[in-house]
């Protein structure tokens, strides 16, 4: 389901409204070219190579859903959103925090699912009205892909 142009005449049907969508590996790969990703029940992977000398090696990192721990950056518009996952096992996590759009956090590492989202055939379909508005309340990890759920604030 999306949200569409007949949305807009009632906008304020979606103020409270949440709105599920679904992002599956190939999005990720798209927003994080170097970047592996899969998911199962509650259980993100995100695997990547590294150099070291002229070999490359693979590195693997595990986070744990945290499906309320979600972050939305704003200044008068939407700049970011994202999610908080639990970090289980830490392979190189030096070698994927060179990505601005990961961050660790104490024990949680941040991930930043705007590029994701932005690459997904449903972000097309939003009004361009709304997209400044979105909100992301909430994720779940479920076998195959993350979905976000998200809503819209005036």
């Avoid at 309320?68 to 518009?77: I, P």
Wanted: hydrophobic fraction near 35%.
């Amino acid at each position: 389901m999306g949200i569409f142009i007949e949305d807009l005449l009632h906008f304020g049907n979606l103020i409270d409204n949440e709105v599920g969508i679904e992002l599956s590996p190939a999005e990720f790969k798209k927003a994080f070219p170097s970047l592996e990703f899969s998911f199962s029940d509650s259980l993100v992977i995100i695997r990547g190579k590294k150099k070291i000398l002229f070999f490359p090696k693979s590195y693997e990192v595990r986070a744990k859903e945290e499906s309320s721990k979600v972050y939305n950056d704003r200044k008068d518009e939407l700049t970011d959103f994202g999610v908080y996952l639990r970090l289980i096992s830490s392979g190189d996590l030096d070698e994927l925090l060179k990505d601005e759009r990961i961050k660790r956090e104490g024990e949680y590492l941040r991930l930043s699912v705007l590029d994701a989202l932005k690459n997904s055939e449903v972000y097309n379909k939003i009004p361009r009205q709304i997209r400044p508005k979105l909100k992301l309340t909430r994720y779940k990890v479920k076998k195959g892909n993350m979905t976000l759920y998200l809503t819209v604030v005036k």
